[in-house]
């Protein structure tokens, strides 16, 4: 026993030492521990079958060798390992040789050889593997956009992005292969850029890249103009337009270059050449080539400064608070559809977004559009200025006021401050929550194209202001589109805009008409 107990104390009389003498100042730990740097970032690189940043698709049996992007230059050891979650799918090798086997879904990831690393450090792609790929049908550009380009065209030493749209909307691939029929008129980049390079005019042909023997293709020309040089130029101090840039609306956006805010030296002198940007681009953004955007409904100023061979002269930019200024030509976004209501997107074109309404109980159709759900986000409204919300939409019934038969629209809003100061149920003129809205130039709301619009100021079922002379925070913005019978399963929704007064919106549509 007591050798035993003897041993025992030896081992911890040694440890002891041991510690102690590691933890003695007069020694150097640095001398004898050398510092390893490891990995901190690894990319993924994008292979031909990547259908996003973090996805891919390809058939059984296919082979591919997967590689990555190291940014840690400072590591000693670059070294990383694949994986595959589902080895059923799709098996990897430790060098990321892929093989795939059988559809279904498997996770590729990507590990340091040495240390666990941060996220940046471990990335992953999910791979699903199918028995056939979808291919585009069909690839187009808005008819709008083609006039522009063949007819007004681009200028020398300016550059214009392409917005170009494929069908079937659930087709695998939605990549494309660009090309220029002479570089020495307009280049073209692989994301669609065209840059104009000298006068004159070429063809530009877009070509679905997604594995099809026989790809989709869509041709177009573009018109290039002769650049004169900008020698100066300056801000406009009066004139529409600068109004305009002093009432800035939530959701609008604005082409600098198309609008006359700026007197050149010569006259003549070509407006794109110049290079724009903003103070702060979460108030209004402005990309290089001069499309602004605003980007809250918050009020705020911020400078757009343009520049242009070492000239460069700016100018304030003033949102107003609680207007909306959204148009739909391009998508919804950052609207939303109601996810219960099964609806979705079927395409935006020609200035306008269609809508699939989802089926409902009782064989009826429901595509709610939300801007704000249940204080999710919040935005701002004026009723006191902008007294009038405004949509249009081309919806295929006739809506009764007071009956849901036809289908019916209506406005949620309403803050859930406590106590609530606004909400909720929008009534409107009509007394009715389903109809609460007129109809412009309208004695009611007619099958086919309309522009209706809600007074903010009007009755709310639960709770009114009594003083419209302020500015309110909004949690539930939402136009409740439902009841429609099986025969209107569409709607077209074309913008969202508020205004101060009648006689505004009414010259506003005027305008476009």
Known sequence: MNNKYNRISGIVFIAASLLFAACNNDNDIDGTLERVDLLSEITIEKTAYHTGDQSMCMLPGQEIQLNCIIGS????????????????????????????KAAGETVLSVTPEIGFGPQSATPAVVL?????????????????????????????????????????DNSTFKKYKWASSDEAIVTVSQEGLLTGIGEGIAT????????????????????????????DFTFKTEGEYVELLSEL???????????????????????????????????????????????????GSVEITATYNGISKSRTVTVAEGRFWYSFGEGIAPWSLESGNKSSVFESKDGRTTINMGAQSGGKYRGDLVFVRN?????????????????????????????????????????NSNPRIIGDQYMGDINDGNNSFKVLGKDAFESGLNVIYYDLQSKYNKTTP???????????????????????????IYWARSFKTIEELEAYVAGEE
């Open 128 to 168: 699903k593997v199918v028995d056939s790929f979808t291919y585009i049908e069909s690839i187009y550009v808005a008819d709008e956009e083609i006039e522009k380009l063949a007819n007004d065209g681009i200028w020398q030493n300016s550059t214009y992005q392409v917005n170009v749209k494929s069908l079937p």
């Open 204 to 231: 530009v042909t877009v070509t679905a890249d997604d594995f099809n023997t026989n790809p989709a293709s869509f041709s177009f020309s573009v018109k290039v103009n002769k650049a004169v040089d900008i020698t």
């Open 466 to 492: 009594a003083d419209w002379n302020q500015t309110f925070t909004i949690d539930q913005l939402k136009f409740v589109i439902a009841d429609y019978p099986a025969d209107v399963k569409q709607y077209d």
């Open 249 to 299: 609306g939530y959701g609008q956006e604005i082409d600098l270059n198309s609008i006359q805010i700026i007197d050149f030296t010569p006259a003549n002198a070509t407006s794109n050449l110049l290079q724009w940007s903003s103070s702060d681009d979460k108030v209004v953004s402005v990309t290089e080539e001069g499309l602004l955007k605003v980007n809250t409904t918050t009020g």
């Open 375 to 415: 204080g999710g986000s919040q935005t701002k409204i004026t009723p006191s200025v902008y007294r009038y919300l405004a949509i249009k939409l081309d919806i295929k019934s006739n809506l009764i006021a007071g009956k849901n038969s036809n289908g019916c629209i209506k406005l949620e809003l309403w803050n």
């Open 73 to 100: 230059p400072e590591a000693q050891n670059r070294n990383y390992v694949w994986t595959s979650s589902n080895s059923e799918v799709a098996s990897v090798s430790s060098q990321g040789y892929l093989v795939t």
